[in-house]
């Protein structure tokens, strides 16, 4: 089955970057979906980003303009470069992977779909 492992989270201060990672495994197909969620303490969690195997991506509205998400198909690796960080965004992040058409070149299906894999979560603080 698919596996996914996230890595790159880490402590930054407000207004910096980090970068995380999403390497994966056992990913059958051409056609997928993928995506970053975080959740918060005493929050549920969210959709950050999301991406289809063709490139098209996806934001939530509080991390336009400041997180990118992309792909390495080379490497099978999941990135989301994260930058002018908040303390909103403080939260345990987890990269998701579920199958896809193929031919799939709407993000918006990808953003709105419900996924079926997930790596074990990396921890993002920002801080002061």
């Known amino acids: 089955e698919a596996q996914l492992v996230e890595s790159g989270g880490g402590s930054v201060q407000a207004g910096g970057s980090l970068r995380l990672s999403c390497e994966g495994s056992?990913?059958?197909?051409?056609?997928?979906?993928m995506g970053w969620f975080r959740q918060a303490p005493g929050k549920e969690r969210e959709v950050v980003a999301t991406?289809?195997?063709?490139?098209?991506?996806a934001y939530a509205d509080s991390v336009k303009g400041r997180f990118t998400i992309s792909l390495d198909n080379a490497k099978n690796t999941l990135f989301l470069q994260m930058d002018s960080l908040k303390l909103e965004d403080t939260a345990l992040y987890y990269c998701?992977?579920?199958?896809?058409?193929?031919?799939?070149?709407?993000?918006?299906?990808?953003?709105?779909?419900?996924?079926?894999?997930w790596g074990q979560g990396t921890q993002v603080t920002v801080s002061s």
């Open positions: 998701s992977f579920d199958r896809a058409s193929p031919f799939l070149r709407s993000a918006d299906y990808c953003y709105s779909k419900a996924y079926n894999y």
């Open positions: 056992g990913f059958p197909g051409r056609g997928y979906c």
């Open positions: 991406i289809t195997s063709s490139g098209s991506s």
